[in-house]
């Protein structure tokens, strides 16, 4: 008798405990099925990019430490180095119509063959609305009296002469922050942004000497691919 009313205990505890278990078991599905809805409702995506526009004021050889132009450059002895002065209009599209874009830490730089030819220019932090665009069009260089040269390789004066003398040069248009996500309720944490845009120009040496009526926009002889990681 008595081992009958212990088994029969034994068996309800057991069953008590798969109740137990199938019942978190339920919580749990249905707390990522919860939180999977919300994220495919909130999720956030990454900034689109674009460059509607380039104008290059300067681009040339600076010679021995010289701040003048000189093609001559190109075959002088080291140190050598680019006096550059140009501008993009970046433009950034948010895709999404839930969150908002806050970016912040901002600073654009542009590099022709891998090399940096401009220092580096902060911008301002920026708020971008659902579904909105914004424009960027930080002066890279300085204005092209003022172009300070920044010493690169031999390889990329010769480079640069040949590719002024084709009218087609490659530039890397480089953006680099912070960005954070505000959709709804939530708010994510600050994320590494990296925005990079290969754009190709038709510019020749007359432009890319500059200070004369040749310096100036120069026509997109590509559409300009970007890539963002956000």
Do not use: I
């Amino acid at each position: 008798m008595e081992g009958s009313k212990k088994q029969l205990c034994d068996m309800h505890r057991s069953r008590r405990r798969r109740s137990v278990l199938v019942t978190a078991l339920l919580v749990t599905v249905l707390a990522g099925l919860a939180a999977g809805a919300l994220y495919a409702v909130y999720r956030p995506l990454k900034p689109q990019a674009s460059v509607a526009r380039a104008v290059v004021y300067q681009l040339a050889p600076a010679g021995n430490g010289s701040s003048s132009p000189s093609w001559a450059a190109a075959a002088a002895p080291p140190p050598y180095a680019l006096a550059a002065s140009v501008q993009f209009t970046l433009l950034l599209h948010n895709p999404s119509d839930r969150a908002a874009l806050l970016y912040d830490g901002l600073l654009a730089y542009v590099t022709y063959r891998g090399e940096l030819v401009a220092p580096p220019a902060p911008l301002p932090p920026l708020v971008q609305e659902r579904g909105a665009d914004v424009a960027l069009s930080p002066l890279l260089g300085g204005g092209a009296a003022a172009a300070v040269p920044v010493p690169v390789s031999a390889d990329a004066v010769r480079a640069l002469a040949a590719d002024c003398a084709a009218r087609r040069v490659q530039l890397w248009l480089v953006v680099m922050g912070r960005v954070r996500y505000r959709t709804g309720p939530f708010r994510s944490g600050w994320r590494d942004l990296y925005v990079r845009c290969d754009v190709t120009v038709g510019l020749g040496r007359d432009a890319a000497a500059g200070g004369g009526a040749a310096a100036g926009d120069v026509p997109l002889l590509e559409y300009p691919k970007c890539f963002v990681d956000a």
